[in-house]
């Protein structure tokens, strides 16, 4: 079955670093990679989606990869901030169907 | 900016009662889902509907569960029969169509809580 597999595990670090996530998949290539922010009790927020047919997306201080060779995405945050605190989620969408399938998403902390 | 909304933000009901969770979908936006979220868990898809049908179900959507677009506006989800279970966050996502247009927005979520 289609699976995505993110790092259960908190991911704490210094504002002004740059944090990043990791989101592995199972099976054949999705089309397309969507990362989502979510904060506790609210709904998932769009953040930026990738393509199977590209390298990189990026958008002001975030940047996402796909690597069809690893099964993986990264998804980076550049000169981070405690207001980018949050459960960051990586969703997969195939090409025939229209539901998106969640990671349990990774909960990024950022420090002063 | 458009936003999905959702209404009640808290629902709770004793089980076996019948919930209706409701949605306002972004206004030119033609295809709507409903996601959940138990509690620690990851957001699970529930159904998409598209074109006045269910395009899509998941096996969790079973016959207690049933959606509808009774106006141009509104999009809703019941539940006939709740069980303790069926506690969760209900999210509404609402997509446009055409090309590069992908992305399914959420809205802020009911929170249903079952006793």
């Known amino acids: 079955s289609q699976k995505i597999e993110q790092n259960s595990e908190a991911l704490n670090i210094q504002e002004g670093k740059t944090a990043t996530l990791t989101c592995n998949y199972t099976n054949y290539s999705p089309a397309y990679l969507q990362w989502y922010r979510q904060d506790p009790g609210r709904g998932p927020v769009f953040l930026l989606l990738i393509r199977e047919n590209e390298k990189e997306k990026r958008k002001e201080r975030l940047k996402v990869t796909f690597d069809t060779t690893l099964k993986q995405s990264l998804f980076h945050i550049t000169a981070s901030q405690p207001a980018d605190s949050a459960t960051y989620l990586c969703a997969r969408l195939s090409y025939n169907t229209d539901k998106l399938i969640f990671g349990t998403g990774t909960r990024l902390q950022v420090f002063p | 900016e458009p936003e999905v909304t959702q209404t009640p933000s808290h629902q709770v009901t004793q089980m076996g009662q019948e919930v209706i969770l409701r949605c306002v979908p972004i206004?030119?936006?033609?295809?709507f889902y409903w996601y959940r979220q138990i509690l620690g868990q990851k957001v699970e898809f529930l159904v998409s509907f598209y074109n006045n049908e269910i395009s899509e179900k998941s096996e969790i959507f079973d016959d207690q569960f049933s959606v509808e677009r009774p106006d141009g506006s509104n999009f809703t989800l019941k539940i006939r029969s709740t069980k303790l279970e069926d506690s969760a966050m209900y999210f509404c996502?609402?997509?446009?169509w055409g090309q590069g247009t992908d992305t399914q927005y959420f809205g802020p979520g009911t929170r249903l809580t079952v006793l």
């Open positions: 206004s030119n936006h033609l295809y």
């Open positions: 996502a609402s997509r446009w």
